[in-house]
């Protein structure tokens, strides 16, 4: 009965196949979608789904549940081969495929497994271009079914709560609002492929110093309003098929096996059907494991390789003696692999019928570079310096180690192998071609501790001097973090930036380079701010470009000439000074073995626009080689939810594009409440002189506050600002409604 219902799905799917064609879009990133376009539907319904995992698991025997609940391997958990059920194979890679194969730590060898490098987490937040987050996970989903892999260890959405998070770089933003809609289609991309990812860490896990044994500890209004939001989109919108486990404890409960937040929340409250994988070695206790709401335990004593025994895990075989007496019910064990089966199911793992996938091609390359030219944010630009004219420049002088340093194999579990990795340095030479004299000067020498020396810093400045133009590229080091590469790690998971400073001596070489030729564009890489005060002032042209993938070099080329307008908009404050970040400020980071948030709600811009304090660099700010103007801004009320509308027009004289922002201020509150909160935005292409009318929806949960005195979201009726602008400094137009 079993063959011939799979019979049957597989003609209705050759069928399907047989009809579906490429469509076009009007929408120029669309087309970035070529050769990995979305799996055919199947005739399969979640019922019938339901249905065949919940026979399958009555099936097996209680030794062949335990084996699917528990790693086998290093990316394994296990499978039943009796019933066609197979290992279920995971990777890292929420910025690129992992080097490693699907059962150990070591890299793959004698295959073509070099693939695409994509830019980091938050700089595709920073393009906030929903369209192209779902570009990003078709190609991550796309290569991970080429490389056979099930589940992609990604995305990750930890709330950025403080610059020196070492792991920033591979989240999204301090906003919650703006992480929910970016993460929405980069699972939906993933898993469109066929492939189901994995978005993570659940939760709060915004430090990598103590990730092990801290515990969080916070109000239920900051957990609701700021550390949750992402994650139920995640699961309510984008229907992500797992969901992983953090290390770190919440309230006195290690988060993996939190029955409040796996059980109450996620399972209950937000409907999750599909299974929590633990982060590798995040469970400390059988039964709790088992009791509340962890459905996978994954990791390896590394110390044990080769031959670790995964049985001994604390979900391993001792579950089984725990069902065979008694003390733990059976169907706790099958809720468990129902899950497991389901999504192994819904993603063809069983019955072999996922798109096979395709790997480092041309149109995933593309994706690459899109992603890096709209995420890349123009921060400063005095006197029109950028961008520079190819045709009039006769000299460039580049400095800065990271100009010439591949990026690719650092950060820890997001490490690449790149199929090739075009650097700041090889990007600016490729785009001014032969015609131009490039010098390059590192600078300076990645080494903890290590200043720039007198004669590196006197090499850098006569360069300098000798140019028509210098770009400097620094920043932070995407360290890699394992090894004998521990002590360069600043960008990177498992260890935190011991302040904001830049490392290696920068800021000495930096206004030398300034001192010697004020036409010095500073860019700068990394997974977020730095203290510029040393300088700021005297640069006249500064760029963020995090770590930009396989296809940065030629991207940042192209906005420091001109063939790129830039349009990246950053998606966290830039803080002037550390002691000035809300986290430090307010709060406590890293704190000791518990951590509090009492910065509360006042992450980010709530807290510099609330307290009046200036950032360095504004939550959404990013600037253009055009200009934009808003205009006609109307607010319609109906019931609990607006309608915003407003024209922007590119009133200057090149192609652009502009993120207009919607925040709302409440005029009167209960409880208090942020200044602003971004609610709505909208990434709008615009030619020369063109205009655009934005509508924009505002629905009920836009208004809403969580209070923690009545354990609920509420809507207070009164008046409600609507701030619409290119920041959240930089407000164009005011409105109201009373709701």
């Not at 007198?454 to 394992?482: P, S």
């Not at 002590?487 to 800021?507: H, I, R, S, V």
């Not at 004289?653 to 509150?669: D, F, I, L, M, W």
């Amino acid at each position: 009965m079993i063959r011939n219902a799979q019979r049957l799905r597989i003609i209705l799917l050759a069928a399907c196949c047989s009809l579906l064609a490429a469509t076009g879009s009007a929408q120029k990133n669309t087309t970035l979608m070529a050769g990995t376009r979305a799996v055919a539907t199947t005739p399969d319904t979640e019922a019938s789904l339901l249905a065949r995992a919940e026979s399958l698991v009555r099936q097996m025997t209680i030794e062949e549940k335990v084996n699917m609940i528990h790693a086998t391997s290093s990316f394994t958990s296990g499978g039943v081969p009796r019933l066609g059920i197979r290992e279920w194979v995971m990777s890292d890679g929420p910025h690129g495929v992992r080097v490693e194969h699907g059962r150990d730590w070591e890299a793959d060898k004698n295959v073509y497994d070099s693939g695409t490098y994509l830019p980091v987490g938050v700089c595709l937040a920073a393009t906030w271009n929903p369209q192209l987050g779902y570009a990003f996970g078709g190609v991550l989903g796309s290569e991970a079914a080429f490389r056979g892999k099930d589940v992609i260890l990604g995305p990750g959405i930890n709330i950025i709560r403080s610059p020196l998070n070492g792991r920033n770089f591979e989240y999204a933003s301090e906003d919650p609002h703006l992480v929910s809609k970016m993460v929405v289609g980069y699972i939906k991309g993933v898993q469109d492929q066929g492939v189901a990812a994995c978005v993570k860490h659940y939760a709060l896990n915004n430090q990598e110093t103590k990730r092990n044994t801290v515990d969080v500890q916070l109000s239920e209004r900051a957990l609701r309003e700021i550390y949750l939001p992402g994650f139920k989109a995640a699961v309510q919108e984008a229907g992500v098929h797992t969901l992983m486990g953090s290390y770190n404890k919440v309230r006195g409960q290690w988060a993996t096996q939190s029955h409040y937040l796996m059980n109450d929340i996620l399972k209950k409250e937000w409907g999750f059907k599909g299974a929590v994988i633990s982060d590798w070695g995040a469970v400390h206790s059988t039964m709790q494991a088992l009791w509340n709401g962890c459905d996978v335990e994954m990791g390896t004593d590394l110390s044990m390789l080769p031959k670790p025994n995964y049985g001994k895990f604390f979900m391993g075989d001792t579950v089984v003696t725990l069902v065979r007496t008694g003390v733990v019910p059976e169907y706790l064990i099958d809720d468990k692999v129902k899950r497991i089966v389901y999504i192994m199911l819904k993603t063809g793992v069983i019955d072999g019928k996922r798109k096979a996938g395709s790997y480092n091609t041309k149109q995933h390359q593309e994706v690459a570079r899109k992603v890096a030219e709209e995420g890349i944010v123009l921060l400063k630009n005095e006197g029109g310096l950028l961008p520079l004219n190819a045709g009039a420049i006769k000299r460039i002088a580049v400095i800065g180690i990271n100009a010439d340093r591949p990026q690719s194999m650092g950060g820890g579990s997001s490490q690449v192998k790149a199929n090739y990795e075009i650097t700041p340095l090889q990007g600016i030479r490729k785009l001014v071609g032969p015609g131009v004299q490039v010098t390059y000067v590192p600078g300076y020498t990645i080494a903890r501790g290590a200043n720039a020396d007198a004669a590196a810093i006197r090499e850098a400045a006569a360069a300098a001097a000798g140019a028509d133009a210098v770009i400097y590229v620094g920043g932070w080091t995407h360290g890699y973090n394992y090894s004998v590469w521990a002590d360069n790690a600043y960008d990177a998971e498992d260890t935190d930036k011991p302040d904001m400073k830049l490392p290696f001596g920068q800021d000495t070489l930096i206004n030398a380079v300034l001192k010697a030729n004020p036409r010095t564009v500073v860019v700068l890489m990394g997974g977020g701010a730095a203290d510029l005060t040393q300088w700021v002032g005297d640069a006249r042209a500064i760029v963020q470009a995090w770590y930009p993938g396989m296809e940065g070099g030629n991207a940042l080329a192209g906005i420091l000439f001109g063939n790129v307008n830039p349009s990246g908009k950053l998606p966290m404050s830039f803080p002037r000074t550390l002691a000035e970040a809300p986290a430090h400020k307010l709060g406590q980071y890293p704190g000791g073995d518990q951590v509090y948030y009492n910065d509360d709600i006042y992450v980010g811009y709530r807290y510099f626009d609330t307290w009046k304090v200036d950032p360095q660099f504004a939550f959404g700010h990013g600037l253009s080689y055009t200009t934009f103007r808003y205009s006609g801004l109307k607010v319609e009320g109906k019931g609990k939810k607006a309608t915003v509308t407003f024209t922007i027009t590119n009133s200057g004289s090149r192609a652009g594009a502009e993120t207009a922002q919607v925040y709302v201020h409440q005029q009167k509150s209960a409880l208090p409440r942020p200044e602003k909160e971004l609610k709505a935005f909208q990434k709008v292409f615009l030619k020369p002189g063109e205009s655009k009318v934005v509508t924009l929806n505002l629905g009920e949960d836009a208004f809403q506050y969580y209070n923690d005195a009545q354990s609920k979201w509420v809507l207070e009726p009164g008046g409600f600002d609507i701030l619409v602008g290119g920041s959240s400094r930089a407000i164009a137009l005011k409105g109201t409604v009373n709701l």
